[in-house]
Nanobody, 121 residues
Framework: VQLQASGGGLVQAGGSLRLSCAAS????????MGWYRRAPGKQRELVAT???????DFADSVKGRFTISRGTAKNTVYLQMNSLKPEDAGVYYC????????????????WGQGTQVTVSS
């Protein structure tokens, strides 16, 4: 499975960006897909995830500003980031878990390449 992330860039504080992540190389739908980020000097942290059933989870710091959604294309998710703050800057990584095992009851985790988000104040 390969994850292709795109959509990062430079934006002024208060602006918006949309990140996209598309998974390929599998016939299965994802269990969970989402985004993590690593700010300079910090550990990677969860930003938002969405399950195959559409349940979402967000970091407290982005609630009310970010939304995550599934695309119409299979195994595609989007992260809409609004009202961006300088502290949102970092490298954003797409993450996905797909079913595996003889009964598809286990999961394998995959990471995409990071995409840089820079927010100027």
């Amino acid at each position: 499975v390969q994850l292709q992330a795109s959509g990062g860039g430079l934006v002024q504080a208060g602006g918006s960006l949309r990140l996209s992540c598309a998974a390929s190389g599998t016939i299965f739908g994802f269990n969970v897909m989402g985004w993590y980020r690593r700010a300079p000097g910090k550990q990677r942290e969860l930003v938002a995830t969405i399950t195959s059933r559409g349940n979402t989870d967000f970091a407290d710091s982005v609630k009310g500003r970010f939304t995550i959604s599934r695309g119409t294309a299979k195994n595609t998710v989007y992260l809409q980031m609004n009202s961006l703050k300088p502290e949102d800057a970092g490298v954003y990584y797409c993450n996905a878990r797909f079913p595996t095992g003889p009964l598809l009851s286990e999961s394998l985790e995959y990471w995409g390449q990071g995409t840089q988000v820079t927010v100027s104040s």
